[in-house]
């Protein structure tokens, strides 16, 4: 099970910081990936990590403005999102990959077995 948090609304050039916690499967041994999804629109990548947090991937429309992060101490992972803009509104998805292996990653929705219930993040001009 995935629980995302941290979406809200927020005006151009503020930031967010969403998390996700999971529970019911080693996370140590997950590949995470957060998705979204704005209306009308196709699902897309934003952003994927490795197990161990060490193999990063961004979308280019994110790239240098969010960053995600893992503790599997705490069976979480994090995205950090700056200088948002009005385009980056919708609703973020966190997902689990248990079959992709140590320091892989994996940007295909279509290889996250598990997904969490979204937040919405809106941003104002």
């Known amino acids: 099970q995935l629980q995302a948090s941290g979406g809200g609304l927020v005006q151009a050039g503020g930031s967010l910081r969403l998390s996700c916690t999971a529970s019911?499967?080693?996370?140590?041994?997950?590949?995470m990936g957060w998705f979204r999804q704005a209306p009308g629109k196709e699902r897309e990548i934003v952003a994927a990590?490795?197990?161990?947090?060490?193999?990063?991937d961004y979308a280019g429309s994110v790239k240098g403005r969010f960053a995600t992060s893992r503790d599997n101490a705490e069976n979480t992972v994090y995205l950090q999102m700056n200088k948002l803009k009005p385009e980056d509104t919708a609703v973020y998805y966190c997902?689990?990959?248990?079959?992709?292996?140590?320091?892989?990653?994996?940007?295909?929705?279509?290889?996250?077995?598990?997904w969490g219930q979204g937040t919405q993040v809106t941003v104002s001009s």
């Open positions: 997902a689990a990959d248990e079959s992709t292996v140590s320091g892989a990653i994996s940007t295909s929705a279509a290889r996250y077995e598990y």
């Open positions: 019911g499967r080693t996370f140590s041994r997950l590949a």
């Open positions: 990590i490795s197990w161990g947090g060490k193999v990063k």
